[in-house]
C-alpha cells in the first residue's frame, strides 16, 4: 500500500491487518518497485494523488515492468478526482475506491479485486493472545502492539511483564516511556487513564475497539469535558461541557438544515425552566423526524471525535459498564472507530494544509480583482455566502459565525478561495494562533 499520508496508512493498515491480510506500506510512490520486487505482493493499493512520483506514474511503472504488470492494482482517489475508463484499462487497473470510506467497503473491495485477479486471499493467522508476556519472547512490532492491546485492560497485574517484553521486542526507548504512563491504572483493574501527550487519543480508541469494550470514555483538556459512549467497541454517542457553539446539537441541527435558524432562537428562548433534551423536544413539537435527530446527533459525535483527533493534550480515563443507559441506547445508530479515525485523520491532514494559508482565525481575508468578474453560477452556494461575508474587516472567525457552518467547512472554502486567488489574507490583527487545534472549547 502506498499513500503520502502516514496517518491513512495506519488505519488502513490496521484494518486489513485485523482481517489476516499481510501489509507492507510506503508512503513514497518512489519505493514502490524495489518493495514490489522484493516482496512480490498479491495486490497493491495506490493513492491517486500524491507528491513526487504520484499515482499515475506509480501505475505506469508497474505495467512497465514484466515481472510486476500483472499484479493487480486498487487506486485510492478522492471524491472528484478524474479517473477515466481510459485511464484505468490502460494501466492494468482492477478497481478503483473512493476516499473516505468505511473499513467495510475497502475490505469488500479487497476481497472482491483478489477474486477477480484469480489470487486467492493470503491466510496469515493472528496471533495468539497470551495471557502472560515474558521478556524472552520474540515478539515483531506488530505482534507486541496486539499483545499490548489484549493485556493493558485485561492483565493490569502484569504491567511490568508487559513493558519488559515490549522492551525487548521493540527496543524503543520513547515507546516505553508512553506505556509506563498509559499502565498507570487505578484501583479498578479495568480502568485506563493516561495523558494525550503521551497517548494519542486515536490508539486509545483502536485499543477499546479491539477489545469490544463498553463504557464512557471521558477526555478533558482545560475547561472542556467530551464523554464518548461505546457498546462492545462502537462509538454510539458523542456528547460534551463547555463546547464551542458549532458543535452544539442546536448548531449541528442548522448545519444539517434541519431547522431554520429562527426557528431554533425560539425554541432555545422557550426552554428555560425545562429539563426535558433539546433533541427530543423538537421531534415532540413537530420541527425534525426521529431519523432527523438520529442523524443529526450522529453528524454531531463525528464533528466531536474528528475535533479531539487534534488536540495535542489533555487527560483521559475509561469507566467500564456491563450496559449503558438507556437514554443512550435509545438513538439508534452507532459509528466504529476505523471509520471515525479514517476521515478524521484525513481531516487532520487537511487542516495542516489549512493552516499553511490561514494561520490564525483573527487573519483578515479581502476579495481580489478576479472575485468581482466572476459570476455566481461559477460559485458553490457555500461558496457565495462566504464571498458575501468577505468585507476586508471581518476575521476568519466572524465569517465562520456569518455563514453558521463548521469551523472546518468554513475553513477549507476559504483556503480553496485563497488557493484560486479569489481571496487574499491580509496581516493578522492578533498573534492568536489557530488553537483550533481546539475549536472544541
Known amino acids: 500500500m502506498v499513500d503520502d499520508s502516514p496517518t491513512v496508512l495506519r488505519v488502513i493498515e490496521g484494518v486489513l491487518t485485523q482481517a489476516s491480510y499481510d501489509v507492507t506500506c510506503t508512503d513514497s510512490g518512489a519505493e514502490v518497485l524495489a518493495l514490489a520486487h522484493k516482496i512480490k505482493p498479491h495486490m497493491i493499493l495506490v493513492d491517486f494523488a500524491m507528491p513526487g512520483v504520484s ?15 500483472q499484479i493487480p492494482i486498487v487506486l485510492m482517489i478522492t471524491r ?52 502472560t508476556v515474558t521478556p524472552t519472547i520474540d515478539l515483531s512490532p506488530t505482534h507486541a502492539r496486539r499483545a499490548l492491546a489484549a493485556l493493558l485492560v485485561e492483565e493490569a497485574h502484569a504491567s511490568m511483564e508487559i513493558i519488559n517484553a515490549l522492551e525487548v521486542a521493540l527496543s524503543q526507548p ?62 454510539r454517542l458523542v456528547t460534551g461541557t463547555n463546547l464551542a457553539e458549532e458543535f452544539l446539537l442546536g448548531s449541528v441541527m442548522v448545519q444539517e438544515e434541519l431547522i431554520a435558524p429562527n426557528d431554533l432562537g425560539l425554541l432555545l428562548n422557550n426552554r428555560k425552566g425545562t429539563t426535558q433534551r433539546l433533541g427530543n423536544q423538537v421531534v415532540k413539537l413537530g420541527f425534525l423526524t426521529r431519523d432527523d435527530l438520529h442523524r443529526a446527533l ?62 490564525s482565525f483573527d487573519g483578515v481575508p479581502c476579495r481580489t480583482p478576479t472575485s468581482f468578474n466572476l459570476s455566481a453560477d461559477q460559485l458553490t452556494d457555500k461558496e457565495q455566502a462566504v464571498i458575501a461575508a468577505v468585507d476586508g474587516s471581518r476575521t476568519v472567525r466572524e465569517i465562520v459565525q456569518q455563514v453558521g457552518t463548521s469551523s472546518f467547512d468554513a475553513a477549507r472554502i476559504i483556503y480553496g478561495l485563497v488557493s484560486s486567488r479569489l481571496l487574499a489574507m491580509q496581516l493578522q490583527i492578533s498573534p492568536t494562533n489557530l488553537e483550533n487545534k481546539g475549536t472544541i472549547g
Open 80 to 131: 472528484g478526482d478524474a479517473v477515466g475508463t481510459k485511464f484505468v484499462h490502460e494501466l492494468g487497473i482492477i478497481d478503483h475506491i473512493t476516499k473516505p470510506f468505511a473499513p467495510e467497503v475497502l475490505l469488500a473491495v479487497v476481497e472482491h479485486s483478489l477474486k477477480k485477479a484469480n489470487n486467492p486471499k493470503r491466510q496469515v493467522p493472528l496471533p495468539a493472545m497470551p495471557r
Open 298 to 359: 450522529r453528524r454531531q459525535s463525528s464533528q466531536i471525535v474528528y475535533e479531539l483527533l487534534r488536540w495535542p493534550k489533555g487527560i483521559f480515563w475509561f469507566e467500564p459498564r456491563n450496559e449503558l443507559p438507556a437514554d443512550v441506547l435509545e438513538f439508534e445508530f452507532d459509528l466504529t472507530i476505523d471509520e471515525l479515525l479514517m476521515e478524521g485523520f484525513r481531516r487532520v491532514d487537511e487542516w495542516r494544509l489549512i493552516e499553511s494559508v490561514i494561520p
Open 55 to 69: 499515482g499515475y506514474g506509480v501505475c505506469y511503472a508497474l505495467g512497465s515492468d514484466e515481472d510486476l504488470a
Open 174 to 235: 520513547h515507546v516505553i516511556d508512553s506505556l509506563r504512563r498509559l499502565v498507570d491504572l487505578t484501583n479498578d483493574r479495568h480502568s485506563l487513564r493516561g495523558e494525550l501527550a503521551v497517548v494519542p487519543i486515536a490508539e486509545v480508541l483502536q485499543i477499546l475497539s479491539l477489545q469490544r469494550q463498553s463504557g464512557f470514555l471521558h477526555v478533558q483538556s482545560s475547561e472542556v469535558e467530551i464523554t464518548i459512549a461505546l457498546e462492545r467497541g462502537l462509538v
